[in-house]
């Protein structure tokens, strides 16, 4: 586990992961361990939990590892997940205190139709989360749009265009 971070009871749900320093805006807080590929010949085992799954570029699934499947969703989310030289890395939006804890919302990069109740607290917390990013109300669409990673970009790449549009629309119109 990184120094940066520790895995500790969180008063969003379970555990959570919460920072050790101080990390600036821009800041890679920790990498994402992709090694665990889910797949037919690699199934989950006893006491691996489907929750803990990430679904990324062409249907790619792995089981995050520690400390990262900890890390809790929030409707205000202090960090966000890109590629970056061929390795997904959590990174800061924001200064982030020590003894904070780190969180991303879960439907940046995401897809399908799982929902769920959000517990996050945060002033703008939307209360029934659905994963996919295009159910998003329109404002934070257009507020995470920077964030995207590439592989998402070129998956959705119709549905994003769309979305200028729309934004593009709505601005002029």
Known sequence: MPESVVVGASGIEGQGVFSVKAFLEGE????????????ERNPLGPGDEPRHC?????????LMQPPERYINH??????????????????????????EEITYDYCINGGGDTVWTCHCGAGRCRGVIHSDFFHLPME?????LPLLDAWF?????????????????????
């Open 74 to 99: 929030s409707c205000r989310p202090n960090t966000y997940v890109k590629t970056a030289g061929g390795r997904r890395q959590v990174i800061a939006l924001r200064h982030i205190p020590a003894g």
């Open 153 to 173: 970009r070129e998956e959705r790449s119709a549905e994003l265009q769309q979305l200028r549009n729309l934004i593009a629309t709505h601005v002029l119109g």
């Open 140 to 144: 934070l669409q257009r507020e995470y």
């Open 28 to 39: 890679t807080v920790l990498g994402i361990d992709d090694s665990r590929t889910v797949d």
């Open 54 to 62: 990430d679904y990324l570029a062409r249907g790619a699934v792995v």
